[in-house]
């Protein structure tokens, strides 16, 4: 894979993140202060700080840790899901931006413990035929870092067991479409087994949209940092 350049750390960078985190709960796609958001810089990661209702973030209160080892504990508690964050930006440097939530209908499916098959060709814009799912551990631990640097190795997106969702992008604004999208996806399967099965796509037909998805998406002019 060909490693994204960076995200700026400027003030409109972080006010960007903290309009994702608004935008979130706004939608209904999360709850509280229960998800997060990173951004991969060149001083490190930057992510949203532990338990700060989201109305009272301000650019200043974001949290800067390293792109590998612990954070320094100056300032802010990062997010307790900070290590999971940086295990995805050392695994995949490609995609800059980290986003995790709570959406209903993928909470549904992870407390279930299904992944979500190629029932829509929209499966494909996670990067393959299905949104695995990544094995249980406790939020923060190393465990659950690794299960999901696994399992995203080849996908935009994933479900997580008994937990929510995650997804990727190559900015901020292909994350929040990421994350609805997948919302989406997982009401779409879960109401689709009302009285009978879905259809899934074959391998072959996912790979003809997968090729058709290159240019998929919304993509943001030269001069935006997010």
């Given at each position: 894979m060909t490693p994204a350049a960076p995200l700026q750390d400027t003030k409109e960078t972080r006010q960007a993140l903290i309009a994702a985190c608004l935008w979130m709960n706004e939608r209904h796609l999360n709850q509280g202060t229960s998800g997060n958001i990173s951004a991969r810089t060149e001083?490190?990661?930057?992510?949203?700080?532990s338990g700060v209702p989201y109305e009272d973030l301000t650019p200043d209160l974001m949290v800067t840790i390293p792109l590998d080892g612990q954070p320094d504990g100056a300032g802010l508690k990062p997010?307790?899901?900070w290590p999971f964050h940086q295990g995805l930006h050392q695994a995949r440097p490609d995609m800059p931006v980290v986003l995790h939530a709570h959406p209903p209908y993928c909470s549904i499916l992870a407390v279930q413990r299904r992944p979500i098959p190629a029932c829509h060709y929209m499966v494909a814009a996670f990067g393959g035929n299905d949104v695995p799912l990544a094995d249980?551990?406790?939020?923060?631990?190393?465990?659950l870092c690794a299960n999901m640097a696994e399992i995203m190795a080849d996908r935009h997106a994933c479900l997580m067991a008994n937990h929510g969702a995650t997804v990727?992008?190559?900015t901020i604004a292909k994350a929040r479409w990421r994350l609805e999208e997948l919302e989406t996806l997982a009401r779409t399967y879960l109401f689709s087994?009302?009285?009978?099965?879905?259809?899934?796509?074959?391998?072959?037909?996912?790979a003809e949209v997968l090729v058709a998805f290159q240019n998929y998406g919304p993509r943001p002019a030269a001069t935006e940092e997010a």
């Open positions: 001083a490190g990661i930057l992510i949203t700080p997010s307790s899901e249980y551990a406790l939020f923060g631990s190393p465990e990727l992008g190559e087994r009302i009285g009978g099965e879905p259809h899934i796509l074959s391998e072959a037909e996912i």
